[in-house]
């Protein structure tokens, strides 16, 4: 076999994975209820991790949440909407938890402070 004719083979394998994976997807509404965004934004994450911002598309990332490309401006405006609500929701919990250790320690050094005025 040719290398022209593997090739060939190669792309017309790909491109009927592609199709077949396309029509077994229903037109319409999922059958099963779906965070469309919540799915965005995980897929959004995954990609940003691995690659640059301006190598990720909209298209991309809406293909690996299997859901239409407008779903992304629907929900976030832009692609840099979802990188920045992706961003603020990937930090939110370690931002809660650094205002808990804040708080704690606080706590520790008044107590600490109250206990050494006691003691004089």
Known sequence: MSYHTAQAHTIINHRLIFESNTL????????????????LIHHA??????????KVS???IANRAEVNAAMIRYYFGSKEGLFETMLRETLAPMKRQMQLLEHNIKLMTHGFLQTGDNQE
């Open 58 to 60: 909209i298209r991309l």
């Open 45 to 54: 994450r995954e990609l940003f991790m691995v690659m640059a911002y301006e």
């Open 24 to 39: 077994n997807r229903k037109v319409g509404r999922p059958s099963k209820p779906v965070d469309v965004r919540q799915a």
